[in-house]
């Protein structure tokens, strides 16, 4: 590893970046001008992030505070927990337990530094963790293991029966540093009476998990604030995702992106309801003016990203997207299954604060609708499972194409794509499966893969 | 040794599949040493453990698993796309691990495409990945299920007298196993770690009323035998399914001996007897759960170090080879750790990444273990 990757903590080169980019908003256009010379690797996003206006303001805000507390917790005498994207982090704020978003932490990385985590994933193997593991968590998962980042007190991961690839890093983890972990577990199937009795008895242990860690009971008061939060986010979300039905999409492209990103670090937090809520305002106001979500104005084709999405250096997947015309309808990163939401038909979730029984038995329910927690645990044809969910979501939002992005370290999708794609075309829906590694670009350079998505554009007639 | 065993361990059809369907009984497949093979025994049926052996190829696994897959499932689904598995009534899906768990969608879509390539009766069945009492609990619902499509599908009943009888004939097969492994924890071991894979291997592919006798005249033919090991660097075999003899082939032509493993087809697989009074789907459960060294059970790594700590402490080994099928992430990776806190006590560790199935890469395989083996002499 370069000395000077090592120079400074991971985490808090991070927080540092994404603080100062939002700081400098408060500053006139002068000062932000004079600011980007000095984060030369981090220009190529706050640009067209500053470029959304009051949302992308509050991304950098929410993000530059997430990445805040991560750093200074022990410092504030809180517990950190490192933890996976598909892990709900409101049951963590709720118990003054700051979560580390493994993933997330990735994609930071993976935007600002010229090279991505390249460095840290490749140490990662040096420590015993194979080269094949996914690169969503080798990436920052590295700079954990050689202690360029606040170290966790913990492991909570919930990807057992769902992903064994993503549960095994975290086990790593735990084992390599001998701290405490926890494990929730999956059954196959989503909506049985058995899962739910099963996926509540198990969130339970979870808080006395969390309790034991923590030496503090679960505060009824606070876990109502963050649920009421969830609520208000719940319903944002809901309502920007019903907003993408409509064509032209009202929705800027970019907002999937936004949504990910807050709402797996601050999900149950003011900072992810502010910025959703302006997100809402702009898109309806695009909506009323009758104006698409492009800066162009135009919308040529849309498309539906049925696992993850692409994520290099200065965001050239939403470049890419926005100079085509191509609306980003989401992928699984961005589909929660709120009850209301267009997609959710009779498997979504509704949030109570009835009881403590009942919050503690809806944020369970909500977790295990989470992003891959929910569509990959079964057979991927099996009820609510990927092949459903595609096709109702292409249907849903009026998909000209789905494409799959994932990760080489993804066992399980990679299992089963190749099936999906061809589902989805016998169902009409043009469908690409790319190659390439979405947080590392050494297996594929970002031009190759925006050339094989140029070369389907062009050869399956769509946005041409 | 006798030649039914050594069939049985080699190829995917042997006498004992051939004389049990011409009694015109079933034989249900399946993937994982977390099945209870229990139940399958008590509803009249044989089980079997599917392999990939004998392939030339993957063409037909390629085609619907995707590229970075462990190549072991890929196997198995070539051999049934082959028509090789023809002769199952049935066959087990388990949670297993990520890659083994898409058989299941792979192995019905290639049906599609080679008709008759899917056993009439085909299941999917869940298995947690922790020990809890609710996990017990959920796992002895689904082997609920489990006996309850069998009945219907073969029509035989799961009593409790059938299921104490399977019980008792499989916790046989274990004690037997268990007694070739400590004949092979000795210091002149009268088998060597070949021949002794191929007794255990011989059992996955026979009914276990065939099997535990000829086994038994086996262990009793070889009791007290010079095998002609003693002093040789003695090696622990751990990791990735082994299921083919070539492993310890290109092992032991180095000049050691396999005289202990925790592979899955191994010791493993018959670690941990059945409570065998008035024995349940609960007790099969608790056995199931409780006594597997998968690190699909996630988070029981110092278990797990612990039983590799035991085994080679009374196999008095030398050295211990830790190998993963590649994509194989989850032994992978932790015989990464089991490296850095073996080799921190002293014990020699030789991690290698290879493919599943008769070594295609045996050339590296057999360098890396030659110059493992010469680490350990010239320590000695």
């Known amino acids: 590893m370069r000395a000077a990757l090592s120079e400074y903590n991971y985490d808090w080169t991070l927080y540092a970046m994404f603080s100062t980019a939002a700081n400098t908003l408060n500053g006139s256009r002068k000062e932000y001008e004079r600011m980007l010379p000095r984060v030369s690797t981090f220009r190529g996003i706050i640009e067209p992030v500053m470029a959304t206006g009051e949302p992308g303001k509050l991304f950098l805000q929410g993000m530059g505070e997430y990445l805040r507390r991560v750093v200074n917790a022990h410092q504030e005498g809180k517990k950190l927990c490192l933890t996976t994207f598909c892990q709900a982090p409101a049951l963590f704020w709720a118990m003054d337990i700051v979560p580390i978003l493994l993933e997330p932490m990735t994609v930071a990385g993976t935007l600002v530094h010229k090279g991505g985590t390249s460095e840290f994933m490749d140490y990662c193997v040096e420590k015993g963790f194979t080269e094949t593991s996914c690169s969503s968590q080798r990436g920052a998962l590295g700079a954990y293991l050689c202690g360029l980042a606040e170290p966790p007190d913990m492991v909570v991961i919930d990807t057992p029966g769902i992903c064994d690839t993503n549960a095994n890093s975290f086990s790593f983890f735990a084992a390599h540093e001998n701290i405490p972990f926890y494990q929730l577990n999956y059954p196959p199937e989503l909506t049985a009476d058995r899962s739910r009795e099963y996926h509540r008895k198990d969130y339970r242990n979870l808080i006395a998990f969390l309790e034991e860690q923590t030496g503090k009971k679960l505060d009824p008061q606070r876990l109502a604030g963050v649920i009421a939060e969830m609520e208000k986010q719940d319903r944002l979300i809901c309502d920007i995702q019903d907003l993408q039905r409509v064509v032209p999409s009202p929705v800027p492209i970019i907002y999937n992106f936004f949504i990910y990103a807050l709402r797996f670090t601050m999900g149950g937090r003011k900072e992810a309801t502010d910025m959703l809520a302006a997100m809402l305002e702009c898109a309806m106001d695009n909506a009323a003016n009758g104006r698409s979500g492009f800066l162009s104005g135009e919308e040529r084709a849309r498309g539906l990203f049925v696992y993850i999405d692409h994520y290099s250096m200065n965001l050239p997947l939403w470049m890419f997207l926005e100079e085509k015309g191509i609306t980003h309808l989401g992928g699984i990163l961005d589909r929660f299954y709120q009850a209301r939401a267009p997609y959710a038909g009779d498997a979504g979730y509704s949030l109570s604060m009835d009881s403590l029984d009942a919050m503690i038995d809806t944020l369970a329910d909500a977790n295990s609708r989470l992003p891959m927690v929910k569509q990959i645990r079964g057979p991927y044809d099996a009820r609510d499972m990927w092949l459903e969910e595609a096709l109702s979501l292409a249907k849903l939002y009026n998909a000209d194409f789905a494409v799959y992005s994932g990760t080489p370290g993804c066992r399980n999708t990679w299992g089963m794509v190749k099936l999906l794609a061809r589902d989805l075309e016998k169902a009409g829906i043009p469908t690409l499966v790319l190659n390439s590694d979405a947080f590392d670009d050494r297996v594929e350079s970002w031009s190759n893969t925006k050339h094989r998505i140029e070369e389907f554009l062009e050869v399956r007639r769509i946005a041409g | ?380």
Not at chain 2, 76 to 102: H, P, T, W
Not at chain 2, 237 to 257: C, K, Y
Request: aromatic share 8%; hydrophobic share 40%.
């Open chain 2, 1 to 380: 040794m006798n030649d039914i065993l050594v069939t049985a361990a080699t190829r995917v059809g042997n006498p004992a599949v051939d004389e049990w369907k011409a009694e015109g009984k079933g034989i249900i497949g399946h993937v994982c040493s977390h099945v209870p093979e229990e139940i399958i025994t008590a509803a009249g049926l044989f089980p079997y453990r599917l392999r990939g052996i004998e392939t030339q190829s993957t063409s037909i696994g390629d085609t619907y698993f995707g590229p970075f897959i462990c190549s072991c499932p890929k196997a198995i689904l070539e051999n049934a796309g082959r028509g090789k598995y023809s002769f199952l009534d049935g066959a087990i899906m388990v949670q297993a691990c990520d890659s083994m768990r898409r058989l299941d969608e792979c192995w019905r879509k290639a049906g599609e495409d080679y008709p008759g390539i899917v056993p009439p009766f085909f299941h999917y069945m869940g298995v947690p990945h922790k020990v809890t009492d609710y996990a017990i609990d959920w796992f002895v619902e689904e082997l609920e299920k489990f006996a309850a499509a069998l009945e219907a599908q073969f029509g035989g009943k799961v009593t409790s007298e059938a299921l104490a009888e399977a019980v008792s004939l499989h916790n046989e097969t274990r004690r037997l196993l268990i007694r070739l492994e400590e004949m092979r924890a000795m210091d002149n071991p009268p088998l060597s770690g070949e021949e002794a894979m191929t007794l255990i291997l011989a059992g996955t592919a026979m009914p276990k009323s065939v099997y535990n006798p000829l086994l038994a005249e086996e262990l009793d033919a070889v009791s007290g035998r010079d095998g002609g090991h003693g002093g040789k660097i003695r090696i622990l075999l751990a990791g990735s399914v082994v299921d083919d003899l070539a492993m310890f082939r290109t092992i032991e032509a180095e000049g050691a001996v396999v005289v202990a493993d925790t592979v899955c087809f191994g010791s493993r697989d018959y670690d941990g007897l059945v409570e065998e009074e008035n024995p349940s789907f609960k007790s099969l459960a608790r056995r199931y759960l409780n006594e597997q060294f998968c690190p699909r059970m996630f988070g029981y790594y110092q278990k797990r170090l612990d039983v590799l700590k035991k085994k080679i402490a009374d196999a008095n080994v030398d050295g211990v080879i830790l190998q993963n099928i590649r994509f194989c992430d989850l032994h992978g990776s932790e015989n990464g750790l089991f490296e850095r806190d073996l080799e921190a006590m002293g014990i020699p560790c030789l991690r290698v990444e290879r493919e599943y199935g008769p070594l295609g890469d045996e050339g590296r395989v057999r360098m890396r273990v030659s110059a493992f083996l010469e680490r350990i002499a010239q320590a000695a």
